[in-house]
């Protein structure tokens, strides 16, 4: 988008839209797009590393049974955890725009139908070139992804129990 952006100013400035117009045509130029700042992925990332480190252990503690059959008191836990676990990646206050959607790592698009789009709250503020909005949804998904991660490692701990 940055590369994109810097293009299309450019082309500006060089009067290239300008050159397309012929004289008996009234065209007006784009506007030029406002420069696509540097956002700040790392709490994403962060969030991301921790799941895979959370996910790493729920398969050592389930294939360290390997075969063993839970109790049944701790198999009813385990289920409970891990429907915890998909209610983990929603927030009761919803998308920006949209709250009734709920779901922070795939919903239908606020302009494609129900065409799915993955994390769509930043993405559509990046798309939109509501570039707080993008950055201050980072961070939202980011803390959406360690509640997830933290469900991921109670149902690890259920099957580590003796």
């Given at each position: 988008?940055?590369?994109?952006?810097d293009?299309?100013n450019?082309?500006?400035?060089?009067?290239?839209f300008?050159?397309?117009?012929?004289p008996?045509?009234?065209?007006?130029?784009?506007?030029?797009?406002?420069?696509?700042?540097?956002?700040?992925f790392?709490p994403?990332?962060?969030?991301?590393?921790?799941?895979?480190?959370?996910?790493?252990?729920?398969d050592?503690?389930?294939?360290?049974?390997?075969?063993?059959?839970l109790?049944?008191?701790?198999?009813?836990?385990?289920?409970?955890?891990?429907?915890?676990?998909?209610?983990?990646?929603?927030?009761?206050?919803?998308?920006?725009?949209?709250?009734?959607y709920?779901?922070?790592?795939?919903?239908p698009?606020?302009?494609?139908?129900?065409?799915?789009k993955?994390?769509?709250?930043?993405?559509?503020?990046?798309?939109?070139?509501?570039?707080?909005?993008?950055?201050?949804q980072?961070?939202v998904?980011?803390?959406?992804?360690?509640?997830?991660?933290?469900?991921?490692?109670?149902?690890?701990?259920?099957w580590?129990?003796p």
């Amino acid at each position: 988008m940055r590369e994109e952006t810097d293009q299309r100013n450019r082309d500006l400035d060089e009067g290239l839209f300008a050159a397309w117009f012929t004289p008996h045509e009234t065209r007006v130029a784009p506007p030029r797009r406002e420069e696509v700042p540097y956002l700040n992925f790392a709490p994403l990332r962060n969030s991301l590393a921790g799941l895979r480190d959370a996910r790493a252990d729920y398969d050592r503690a389930r294939d360290a049974r390997s075969g063993q059959p839970l109790p049944a008191e701790r198999a009813r836990a385990l289920d409970a955890v891990l429907r915890g676990c998909e209610r983990a990646l929603t927030r009761s206050e919803g998308l920006p725009g949209r709250p009734w959607y709920r779901h922070q790592i795939y919903a239908p698009g606020r302009y494609t139908g129900y065409g799915v789009k993955t994390l769509p709250a930043i993405r559509e503020g990046l798309e939109l070139r509501s570039w707080r909005e993008a950055e201050e949804q980072i961070e939202v998904v980011a803390k959406t992804l360690d509640g997830f991660a933290s469900e991921l490692r109670r149902a690890a701990a259920l099957w580590q129990e003796p």
